[in-house]
């Protein structure tokens, strides 16, 4: 799944609210682990995934088409 917010609506509690209710939801289907990729750069978003308790796993090196790096993420729902 993809997590995206129209840039008219950022900053408005959006990410935080579509996230806990991922995150919520894949605690009630029983999901051990969340993992996710986020671009290096992508500072809001890092700092929402770690916000709600993401760790970094490692770095990818030229993960994205532009050849950018992206962080691997998990979240351990129990």
Same mark, same amino acid.
């Not at 991922?22 to 809001?44: C, D, F, R």
């Not at 916000?51 to 770095?59: A, L, P, W």
């Given at each position: 799944?993809?997590?995206c917010? #129209?840039?008219?609506? %950022?900053?408005?509690?959006?990410?935080? !609210?579509?996230?806990?209710h991922?995150?919520?939801?894949?605690?009630?289907?029983?999901?051990?682990?969340?993992?996710?990729?986020?671009?290096?750069?992508? !500072? #809001?978003a890092?700092?929402?995934?770690?916000?709600?308790?993401?760790?970094?796993? !490692?770095?990818?090196? %030229?993960?994205?088409?532009?050849?950018?790096?992206?962080?691997?993420?998990? #979240?351990?729902? %129990?």
């Open positions: 799944a993809n997590l917010i #129209h840039p008219n609506y %950022r900053s408005c509690g959006l990410g935080g !609210k579509l996230l806990h991922m995150i919520n939801h894949a605690y009630e289907m029983g999901v051990s682990m969340i993992e996710l990729q986020v671009k290096v750069t992508n !500072k #809001h890092f700092n929402l995934y770690i916000k709600y308790g993401f760790k970094i796993v !490692k770095q990818i090196y %030229r993960y994205y088409n532009d050849d950018s790096d992206a962080y691997l993420m998990q #979240h351990s729902c %129990r």
